[in-house]
């Protein structure tokens, strides 16, 4: 079936994959194109003709529950490709608005499916833009708070891929003013999500969205002020079992002292990257580095260093540590976001970065090479084990 | 119905006349004991003046700590004689607020629960009604009980946000800040960005983070005090020691497996108790007895690694001044032997001056009583001395 060609499907198949056609045969096209997107090859040959996405979206309304599961299902698969992508949300102006819509609609029977959706079509900046536009163009319908207000009151696992769909909006700045809003208080409800344990794609999209805003350095003071209090939510996650002296555990936020003697860290490097990377935004102002030195976030950092495996998340906290620890650049240089570097310097710190993220690779895939082997290893052993305990069967 | 006959209505008008006929008696009978109604002429006018103001229809003010005039009742009583339970209850709610106003609290909330008890149909006069004495229950410190009235007043009405702002200032005050919040946070849907909410939950916020961590440390003091204890009765164990339960009433020594650290807790006043030092070394209170002086001594720490004869050399060194109760000057450290005291079998047993007190305490009839071991000191061949130890089996 796969090697038909486009006249072949054009005449045999396509005619079906329409809301008006039989079920039983329009079943049976639907997963056709399903069973093509399962495969990067099939993907590129349904993404090269306008005409199938169409059709597959135009089934996405469909009276049949099943024909529109398949119908999400196989835009999903597509949606994985960014060229793709874009040419869904390229067929007309609604796509972004229907899905949305689909998702706050409570009786809709597919929205886990479409939030992955959305999630993957939001993966480029290019798309979220699009996303974006179309979510301001309905804000009445499909605005930033009722998307918030449905991702926090269903923590059903359904809404679950708004948090990377969060995240993936946030590229654009528009986006992350939004989550920044004072008035709307988007951002002190999405906080508890940094510690939301059963969903890591839930936390980790949220956690994605707020290191993005913290990029927002105008915002920053707002961010560790009373009214938000961002800091300890983000080193909470970072903070283990460990027990300082009383000296340091009074310097430090209330949420952080005296913690369990099980407290346990955030179990994801990315996340713990995520959340070290949004701390080191919050230090590129001297009044965040005071503030974030003050309440020493250094003793926590220092004991997540001390026992950090991954070797991405060590140079991370490495970086943040000598943020904290080193002097004060001199007056006119402490907003580290608005500091002019020479070409030529950062010619060379592109360098030593480049320099520093090939050693986290090679680290990284000596790393996993060494997992590699002593899986292989305990395999062998295993092995050797059942012969053995073959041999010893075979004997008695 | 059913139409009277002409003669059953004469019949019941001359019943209903001879009713009001013996009420007229009856009520002449009743006051003819009193003094007639002093006349107008006779009054002062001061007096006048008094009880002009008293009448209902002169009156400026109502001074409540007094009790009321007839006719003040009777206009009071005409006021919730009303048929609608509505009116009565509205009636109640204005004396409500009337009195909150002039911050007479407990009146007010009088009148609150009068008005609810009408149980009018009303439901959002029955909502104001709780919410008014949620209020007023507040400004009394009556916390408990106003928070259960913000909760009927949004059982009335769902999402009242006097009663929620209310409801979220009560479980602050009460020290539920999760509820607290819980309240706030019901209330910001409402009404989004609601200052006084966001001020309330800020402040839920803050002590309710500081409430956790006050509980995280109070649960580490905990844990770390059980380890300690633990390390204390194991090493307890360890050394040998034999502990005796004094709060149990046979005096049999604690079966190890039941160690607990009752039967270490001493009776002194200053609460001394077993120690263990970093290197592991227990330091037990000890008590010196004197009995030929009637004399004790109390030493709250004295390490297991110590030797008697050190102390001894101290306490009685051969030269100094004497202790002020050895009015003989016989006790020098020399002069001095020690026994321990096996108190079951009535029993001394002597101390070897130059053992420590760790080898002393692992002698089998070695026992320590209320957590403190006790020794006695006697002086070699002193007359006293022989006879106390012949006493003792010695």
């Known amino acids: 079936m796969a090697d038909m060609n486009v006249d072949q499907i054009d005449r045999e198949i396509l005619p079906f994959l329409s809301c008006s056609a039989r079920g039983d045969v329009k079943t049976i096209a639907l997963q056709y194109f399903l069973g093509l997107s399962g495969s990067k090859d099939g993907c590129d040959f349904v993404a090269s003709y306008n005409k199938y996405l169409s059709a597959l979206v135009s089934l996405t309304k469909d009276g049949d529950q099943s024909v529109t599961k398949d119908a999400y299902l196989s835009l999903v698969n597509l949606s994985t490709y960014e060229q793709t992508a874009m040419k869904i ?32 079509l939001s993966r480029s900046e290019q798309c979220s833009r699009r996303i974006f536009d179309s979510i301001l163009a309905n804000v009445d319908v499909i605005g930033f708070d009722k998307l918030v207000d449905a991702f926090c009151v269903n923590q059903t696992a359904t809404l679950n891929y708004l948090g990377p769909f969060f995240s993936n909006l946030t590229q654009i700045r528009d986006a992350r003013h939004y989550l920044l809003d004072k008035k709307n208080r988007i951002m002190q409800r999405l906080l508890p999500f940094i510690q939301y344990e059963a969903s890591l794609i839930r936390r980790g999209g949220i956690i994605g969205a707020i290191r993005n805003c913290c990029f927002e350095s105008s915002y920053h003071d707002w961010l560790l002020s009373d009214d938000v209090d961002i800091l300890p939510r983000l080193l909470l996650p970072l903070a283990g079992p460990e027990e300082f002296d009383e000296e340091d555990t009074t310097k430090l936020p209330v949420d952080l002292q005296y913690l369990e003697a099980d407290k346990k860290r955030e179990a994801d490097p990315d996340v713990r990257k995520m959340l070290l990377e949004s701390i080191n935004q919050l230090c590129s102002s001297k009044s965040g580095r005071k503030y974030i030195r003050d309440k020493n976030a250094y003793v926590i950092l220092r004991e997540l260093h001390s026992g950090e495996k991954d070797p991405a998340v060590l140079l991370t906290a490495e970086n943040l540590i000598s943020v904290l620890i080193s ?13 002019e570097i020479p070409e030529e310097i950062e010619e060379k710190l592109r360098k030593a970065h480049e320099a520093q993220q090939r050693e986290v690779e090679e680290e990284t895939e000596k790393l996993e090479a060494e997992k590699l082997e002593a899986e292989k290893l305990e395999a062998q052993k295993l092995e050797v084990q059942k012969l053995e305990a073959q041999k010893q069967q075979n004997l008695t | 119905m059913a139409t009277m006959t002409d003669e059953e ?24 004991g009193k003094p007639p109604r002093s006349s107008v002429m006779d009054q002062t006018p001061e007096e006048l003046a008094d009880e002009l103001n008293q009448h209902p229809a002169f009156m400026k003010d109502i001074d ?24 009565n209850a509205e009636s109640f709610k204005d004396d409500g607020n009337v009195n909150f106003k002039l911050k007479k609290y407990k009146w007010a909330i ?34 408990r009980s106003a928070l259960n009235d913000c909760v009927s007043a949004c059982k009335f009405t769902e999402g009242h946000m006097k009663a929620i702002t209310k409801g979220a200032q009560c479980c602050i005050v009460l020290g539920e800040f999760q509820k607290g919040l819980n309240w706030c946070d019901a209330g910001l849907r409402i009404k989004p960005g609601d200052e006084v909410l966001l001020k309330l939950r800020e402040k839920a916020d803050k002590l309710h983070r500081q409430k956790e961590r006050d509980e995280r440390k109070a649960m580490k003091k905990e844990q770390k005090q059980k380890a300690d204890d633990d390390k204390l009765l194991a090493t307890i164990q360890q050394h040998g020691v034999k502990l005796v339960d004094t709060t149990d009433t046979d005096d049999t020594a604690v079966a190890l497996d039941k160690l607990s650290l009752d039967s270490v807790e001493t009776h002194h006043p200053s609460g001394a108790r077993v120690t263990l030092d970093s290197s592991g070394a227990l330091h037990w209170p000890i008590l010196f007895l004197y009995p030929e002086h009637g004399e004790t001594d109390f030493i709250m720490q004295f390490s297991e690694k110590s030797k008697f004869v050190d102390h001894m050399e101290m306490m009685f060194p051969v030269a100094g001044e004497p202790q002020t109760w050895d009015t003989d000057n016989k006790y020098r450290a020399p002069n001095c032997q020690i026994f321990f005291e096996d108190q079951e079998k009535d029993r001394l047993y002597p101390v070897d001056m130059n053992s420590t007190l760790e080898t002393v305490l692992k002698h089998k009839r070695c026992f320590v009583r209320a957590g403190t071991p006790a020794f006695i000191v006697l002086i070699k061949d002193s007359p006293f001395a022989k006879h106390y130890l012949s006493k003792h089996g010695l």
């Open chain 2, 9 to 32: 209505r004469e019949k019941l008008a001359v019943e209903l006349d001879a009713d009001l006929q013996a009420f007229v008696a009856e009520k002449i009978a009743e006051n003819e």
């Open chain 2, 64 to 87: 409540l700590s007094k009790p009321l005039t007839p006719a003040v009742e009777g206009m009071m009583a005409m006021k919730y004689e009303s048929d609608s339970a509505r009116d």
């Open chain 2, 110 to 143: 009088d009148n609150y629960t009068a008005g609810i008890k009408c149980c009018c149909g009303d439901v959002m006069l029955n909502t104001i009604l709780y919410s008014n004495r949620a209020a007023a229950r507040y400004h009394i410190g009556n916390y």
């Open chain 1, 89 to 120: 949300l390229d067929l007309h102006q609604e796509v972004p608005l229907d899905l949305l819509k689909y998702v706050l609609d409570k009786e809709s029977k597919h929205t886990g499916i479409v939030c992955m959706l959305l999630s993957n």
């Open chain 1, 327 to 339: 002097d004060e650049p001199a007056p006119g240089m402490e907003d580290l976001t608005k500091v």
